[in-house]
């Protein structure tokens, strides 16, 4: 019993804790000094001052605390707005699965941050040869706003 209860710990104290997200293809991966709430709060004043709105937001930390687990915070935001949605429709039907698109903020150890995204263009790329280049200029223009928002909150 003594042999399962160290094992359950273990696993438990394992799966509490977040490996740091790294650079991957197609991915933005911006460090910040700020905490956790902090870089939160800036990515939605960035997100409404480029024109853009929070459509979604999940994140399991607060269930997670519900259920007696402490793990780093973590939320994920999801971002878009109608006029780039009504364009993507008019190329693509099957493209609007991927709106909206998300910013990652993750907690690392120390209290700091990290934003992360994947870029529009990297996440529409699959739709292309339906929606074309027209698709891919929408994209560009995404990648633009996307780049603006997590840098004016990093």
């Known amino acids: 019993m003594r042999i399962i209860l160290t094992f359950c710990l273990a696993i438990w104290g394992f799966a509490a804790q977040a490996d740091p997200i790294t650079p991957r293809d197609g991915w933005v991966v911006m460090d910040s000094v700020k905490p956790f709430d902090v870089l939160l709060d800036d990515l939605k004043s960035a997100v409404r001052a480029n024109k853009m709105a929070v459509v979604t937001q999940a994140g399991?930390?607060?269930?997670?605390?519900?259920?007696?687990?402490?793990?780093?915070?973590?939320?994920?935001?999801?971002?878009?707005?109608?006029?780039?949605?009504?364009?993507?429709l008019s190329l693509s039907t099957a493209a609007m699965i991927e709106a909206p698109i998300r910013f990652y903020v993750t907690e690392d150890a120390a209290g700091a941050a990290t934003l992360s995204y994947k870029t529009p263009s990297f996440v529409f790329a699959p739709y292309s040869a339906e929606g074309g280049d027209d698709l891919e200029a929408v994209s560009a223009e995404l990648d633009a706003i996307f780049l603006a928002i997590a840098e004016a909150a990093r």
């Not at 997670?64 to 402490?70: E, F, K, L, Q, V």
């Not at 999801?78 to 006029?83: D, E, S």
């Open 60 to 88: 399991p930390t607060g269930a997670a605390a519900n259920r007696g687990i402490t793990i780093p915070n973590n939320r994920v935001v999801g971002v878009f707005n109608n006029v780039f949605a009504v364009r993507i």
